[in-house]
């Protein structure tokens, strides 16, 4: 089991991950996912920026990462980078 710390909005948004959670989804490929709620987008970049998470989901088509060999940080349709979570 692979384990990943996820930070999240607490929104209708992301129910995907939750249900997902909950079906067991995850867990048939092998991930344990450990959640965390963020009050903004912020406190989200600080947190990967820190590798305070390994995944934060702004939404559920809009992901966040941060790679364990070279911190860097991405997310679809909102274009962060490691510069702008700096």
């Known amino acids: 089991m692979f384990a990943l710390n996820?930070?999240?909005f607490g929104t209708g948004s992301n129910v995907v991950v939750t249900a997902g959670i909950a079906r067991g989804v995850f867990r048939r490929y092998g991930l344990a996912l450990d959640l965390a709620?963020?009050?903004g987008s912020e406190m989200l970049c600080?947190?990967?920026r820190t590798g305070g998470c390994d995944i934060g989901v702004l939404a559920a088509t809009?992901?966040?990462t941060r790679s364990s060999a070279g911190g860097s940080?991405?997310?679809s349709s909102w274009g962060f980078t490691?510069?702008?979570c700096r």
């Open 62 to 64: 809009m992901w966040c």
């Open 82 to 84: 490691r510069a702008s």
């Open 73 to 75: 940080t991405s997310a």
């Open 6 to 8: 996820v930070m999240l």
């Open 46 to 48: 600080e947190t990967l």
């Open 37 to 39: 709620y963020t009050q």
